[in-house]
């Protein structure tokens, strides 16, 4: 069904109701914003290229906090380096809860580490932290896998002999198998066809997540739920994969031994059984299915996401990946891998990399979140379960904070003297208790994986640079990166 009818439909049934509902109310003290319609909230205030451009427009017009009505309910939406810090770091524990998004609700129900709130998401936090930890976090275990893959990666570089090739797949498989490898215990063959198809499953999941249609889903969900539409695909792409992890728990349950656990599924196993006696346990296998699915579909398609807007920015800035190349010679070589004691040695590359983050803007309206009690900012009340869109983007894109925004200029991380410098607005994995958990294997595995490439391969595109279009395909939760072609020819070393 053509969304234009899904609109028309979603505005005739909230004027049907208009007089049993009446005006919006918002309890306590809300930020001011526009003025909404009854039940349709402020649909005429919306950007027709979805929600980032129009809380952007909002933040010109009402400053940095501000009210909109998604439909029927307020979402306070924070804007800025400042009011973000403020919000997520100097009242970190007031602005914890997590609130969901609308498409893929019926997958988690508030289950897993990124949807639950309460005890619940601080026992699975604790959990996932540790056993991340221990199975590679912080330890040169997980450097070690990471430089394992990205030998199997250039490989599969090299045996493309420098033909055009979509890079999707590749750095997909690469960045996949670091976390099934703490999750699942093992790394997969890039010619799995299971293992392919979870991932061509994640990638559309992720660029339909982050669709326009998707955005329209949250403003009028309780509506356009009883139709189909993209919600529909999402959730059944993502049933599939977890079907494919339930199969997966079931091999470690007939495989387990207790005296050595394998990886998290293991370690949640013992978990289980250890607390099987509680009732209120939150170890049971609805939770670890959604907690390995929310580890599984993050770990893989973030930080393959960066990569791919990664070389798209090196063959629109040729010039930058030159400077890179000089200083992987200058410091590691072409005889040994990359590893991460050498970044602090190489500020450039560094800098390029925190660069890709910031431009490329992965997920720019933030996951949203919630307070999880009455709570006083700047001068407002916001009551208890208020939804609060901390939105990353206008920190990253921060004038205050960056002298050139909207351009690709890897100088915003370097200071006077070329070494890199710290950025209070640089938050990629947003910031406080609901930071990412996988941050320090997603810095190692951009920094080792982008090094050994380069240090391998030029890159070439058929385009000259000022033709290549960096504008995302989608901008919505997520940001998704054109489609695009790239060559990865053998350095000629001597």
Not at 40 to 52: A, E, H, P, T, V
Not at 119 to 130: D, P, T
Not at 397 to 404: C, L, N, T
Request: glycine share 6%; proline share 6%.
């Amino acid at each position: 069904m053509d969304l234009s009818v899904l609109l028309l439909l979603a505005l005739f049934a909230g004027f049907l109701l208009l007089l049993a509902r009446g005006h919006p109310k918002a309890r306590g003290y809300l930020p001011p914003g526009p003025r909404p319609l009854p039940l349709l909230g402020n649909i005429l205030q919306m950007d027709r290229k979805g929600l980032l451009k129009s809380f952007l427009k909002l933040q010109e017009k009402y400053g940095d906090v501000f009210t909109v009505y998604l439909g029927p309910r307020p979402v306070v939406v924070i804007c800025g380096t400042d009011a973000v810090r403020e919000a997520l770091v100097d009242q970190a524990e007031a602005f914890s809860g997590r609130a969901q998004i609308a498409v893929v609700d019926s997958v988690f129900q508030g289950y897993g580490v990124v949807f639950a709130n309460g005890e619940r998401w601080k026992a699975l936090r604790r959990f996932s932290l540790a056993t991340m930890r221990d199975f590679g976090m912080g330890k040169r275990t997980v450097e070690e896998r990471i430089q394992e893959e990205a030998q199997f990666l250039v490989k599969e570089l090299q045996n493309t002999q420098g033909a055009l090739k979509d890079p999707t797949f590749f750095f997909q498989c690469a960045t996949s198998n670091i976390i099934c490898s703490i999750v699942f215990g093992e790394r997969f063959d890039y010619r799995d066809p299971e293992f392919l198809k979870m991932l061509g499953l994640i990638f559309q999941s992720f660029s339909l997540i982050s669709s326009l249609s998707s955005q329209l889903f949250e403003l009028y969900s309780s509506i356009l739920k009883h139709f189909p539409g993209t919600h529909r695909h999402i959730y059944n792409n993502l049933q599939e994969i977890k079907e494919f992890i339930g199969r997966n728990v079931q091999k470690h349950r007939e495989t387990l031994d207790p005296r050595a656990p394998r990886d998290l599924i293991d370690t949640y196993l013992l978990r289980m059984d250890k607390e099987k006696s509680n009732p209120k346990s939150e170890f049971h296998e609805k939770n670890l299915i959604n907690n390995s699915l929310s580890l599984f579909f993050a770990g893989t398609e973030t930080t393959s996401t960066t990569l791919r807007y990664g070389f798209l920015l090196m063959l629109k800035y040729p010039h930058v990946t030159e400077r890179i190349q000089k200083e992987i010679d200058q410091v590691i070589g072409s005889y040994r891998p990359p590893a991460l004691e050498d970044r602090a040695k190489m500020p450039y590359t560094d800098a390029v990399i925190h660069e890709i983050q910031r431009f490329g803007d992965l997920i720019p309206i933030g996951v949203p979140h919630m307070v999880t009690k009455d709570t006083h900012f700047r001068g407002y009340i916001l009551p208890k379960g208020t939804e609060v869109y901390p939105i990353l983007s206008s920190a990253l894109h921060d004038p205050r904070y960056f002298e050139k925004p909207n351009a690709f200029n890897p100088d915003h991380f370097l200071d006077a003297n070329g070494a890199l410098k710290k950025n209070d607005a640089f938050m990629p994995f947003s910031l406080g208790k609901r930071i990412c958990l996988g941050e320090g294997i997603a810095r190692a595995e951009l920094f080792l994986f982008f090094t050994t490439i380069l240090q391998n391969f030029s890159v070439a595109s058929p385009m000259v640079p000022e033709d290549i279009d960096l504008t995302p395909k989608e901008s919505g939760v997520g940001t998704v990166p054109p489609t695009y072609e790239i060559r990865f020819l053998p350095l000629q070393r001597g």
